[in-house]
């Protein structure tokens, strides 16, 4: 029994997707960057906006935080690092009152010690960690 299919859609709707998907293959991109992609792909066509981000949120959590793969803990610590300088830049041009500089000053340390952890967490991943990079035989 054949299911209906749809033919008022362009043929190839998804042939950008797929030919993407096909040349990070052949460039030998990171596992990781492709999933985010499709991610990205599927955010966009579905309409549910932060989809790709929590995708990236939780591939980080899972195999970064939690398996050690080094290219998602250099990409969080890239991300803690920008956002620490983001939050200095704005305490050393802002006026903020006596709490709100309390409670800059707090932020900027936590991200200087996030950004120490992960380092450690990255040289431990270099160490022993896992990879999700196909090793060829």
């Known amino acids: ?22 040349g990070m293959i052949h460039s030998a991109a990171n596992p990781f960057d492709i999933i985010y ?13 932060g989809y790709a981000q929590n995708v990236l949120e939780n591939m980080r959590s899972v195999y970064g935080l939690a398996l050690r793969d080094k290219k998602l803990l250099t990409d969080e610590l890239n991300d803690v690092i ?3 300088k983001r939050i200095k830049e704005a305490y050393d041009t802002g006026d903020f009152s006596d709490e709100e500089k309390k409670r800059i000053e707090f932020a900027v340390t936590l991200h200087r010690k996030n950004a120490e952890r992960l380092k450690e967490l990255i040289h431990k991943a ?5 990879s999700m990079y196909v090793e060829k035989e």
């Open 1 to 22: 029994m054949q299911k209906d299919i749809d033919i008022s859609a362009p043929h190839g709707v998804q042939q950008t997707i797929k030919m993407d998907i096909l």
């Open 37 to 49: 992609q499709v991610a990205k792909y599927l955010e966009e066509a579905s309409s549910e906006a």
């Open 82 to 84: 920008a956002r620490g």
């Open 126 to 130: 270099e160490i022993n960690g896992t």
